[in-house]
């Protein structure tokens, strides 16, 4: 993948660069799924970038071109969830977290009506990041409890969580895992190097 490829490698611009590649090619064929695939995808990049700004624009073209689209209403209904999800994140990050709480339990509703287990284990990654941006580390590791498992970009921020509460050897062990994972996804791309730091130190 050679989105991932860039990000682990740091490049983050080039990264971006190909998506927009991407869905220009996407676009040609109007494959609406991959075009707002490539906008949270590349807001999710820049989020983490700390491009805050750029990322709520991505996250939006998302959002329009998904309600716009004749996708069935049970896909509608699953990305609203996820750019909820991302909004989540966003005001979390500016410590708007009375806004943050609000979305949240709007998901809370729609994950409990769905009944989607991988739903449930994705807000609980968000509910996770919630409570470690305001220093609730314990509540922090107890939603990353019950997040994926098998998510490397969750043992990281259980890695930060248990750093944060000075539990530097379960925190190592955490970044361990990360940094010797054998599978590849964007998520993972964007925090390797971050753990391959943590071991470094």
């Not at 990264?15 to 090619?25: D, M, P, V, Y």
Request: aromatic letters at 8%; charged letters at 25%; one cysteine or more.
């Amino acid at each position: 993948m050679i989105i991932a490829s860039y990000l682990h490698e740091g490049k983050t611009a080039d990264a971006l660069k190909t998506i927009e590649q991407l869905r220009a090619l996407a676009e040609k064929e109007n494959l609406i799924p991959s075009i707002i695939g490539s906008y949270m995808t590349a807001g999710y990049i820049l989020m983490e970038s700390g491009n805050l700004a750029e990322a709520v624009k991505q996250f939006e073209k998302a959002s329009k071109l998904r309600e716009e689209s004749n996708l069935p209403l049970s896909v509608k209904e699953s990305g609203r969830l996820q750019s909820m999800m991302a909004q989540c994140r966003v005001l979390t990050t500016v410590h708007e977290y009375q806004a943050a709480k609000a979305h949240a339990e709007k998901c809370r509703e729609m994950v409990q009506a769905r009944k989607n287990l991988f739903e449930e284990r994705d807000l609980n990654g968000v509910l996770g990041m919630m409570e470690l941006e305001q220093g609730n580390y314990d509540k922090a590791l107890e939603r990353f409890s019950n997040a994926d498992p098998q998510d490397p970009y969750i043992w990281h921020y259980m890695g930060v969580a248990y750093e944060q509460k000075g539990d530097r050897e379960s925190a190592s062990k955490l970044y361990a895992n990360v940094v010797n994972w054998n599978q590849n996804n964007v998520g993972y791309a964007i925090i390797r190097p971050r753990a391959m730091a943590k071991m470094s130190k």
